[in-house]
């Protein structure tokens, strides 16, 4: 079965200081999709960031940017100058074997920016 | 911007009663999914649609859910009777196309509290 696993339950971090969220996962494809959703609290879920696994190049976004290891199975998001905005849970995900869409999600993370 | 909508925000159920919740996904979006959210976890899918027809709902207890896209626009979920395990946050979302690696828009969701 695919999984996708994030083993930091909770995390803190400085305004304008660096975090980066871990993110492993399993399967046996070769192409796929990862990516990272945000989950402010009492607001929507929104996309970050993502990554095709055909890819070398690492995504970014602004401030948002991951270290895809696709040996290894790792997802990482890594968010600079964090702001107070950037407080919210946040899930890696992973589509699954069908051609569906469906996503298969993490545990989440949840993040808190700190003044 | 085009946002998906969800209704109700909240709800309130005692145990064995039935609830229904509605979502209107944006305009011209073809892929409907529907998600659990237990508290501390990350989304789960129940169902997906593709425009009228259900794609997945492999994970969908269907002695007590129910789900319906008519005319391939807006959805419905039902659960009677509910119970106690069912509270949670009832996530709807849509894409464009359903295709992997699309981009899917979340609403912000019905909690549900069965009492």
């Known amino acids: 079965a695919q999984t996708v696993t994030q083993s930091q339950p909770e995390m803190s971090v400085q305004e304008a200081e660096t975090v980066t969220l871990s993110c492993t996962y399993d399967?046996?494809?070769?192409?796929?999709?990862l990516f990272w959703y945000k989950q402010p609290p009492s607001r929507q879920m929104i996309l970050v960031i993502r990554q095709e696994a055909y890819k070398q190049q690492n995504a970014t976004e602004n401030r948002f940017s991951v270290n895809f290891q696709k040996a290894a199975k790792s997802f990482s998001l890594k968010i600079s100058d964090s702001q107070l905005g950037d407080t919210a849970m946040y899930f890696c995900a992973f589509t699954e074997t069908s051609n569906t869409g469906k996503l298969i999600f993490g545990q989440g993370t949840t993040l808190q920016v700190k003044p | 911007e085009a946002e998906v909508a969800q209704s109700p925000r909240y709800k309130i159920t005692e145990k064995s009663q039935a609830v229904a919740f509605w979502c209107d996904p944006i305009?011209?979006?073809?892929?409907l999914y529907w998600y659990r959210q237990i508290l501390g976890q990350g989304p789960e899918l129940l169902v997906q649609?593709?425009?009228?027809?259900?794609?997945?709902d492999s994970q969908l207890p269907k002695d007590r859910f129910s789900a319906e896209r008519l005319k391939g626009v807006d959805s419905t979920l039902k659960i009677q009777p509910a119970e106690l395990g069912d509270s949670a946050m009832y996530l709807c979302?849509?894409?464009?196309?359903?295709?992997?690696?699309?981009?899917?828009?979340f609403g912000p969701g019905t909690r549900l509290l069965v009492l």
């Open positions: 649609f593709q425009d009228e027809s259900v794609v997945d």
């Open positions: 305009s011209g979006h073809a892929t």
């Open positions: 399967t046996s494809e070769n192409n796929y999709y």
């Open positions: 979302a849509s894409s464009l196309s359903g295709r992997r690696g699309e981009t899917q828009y």
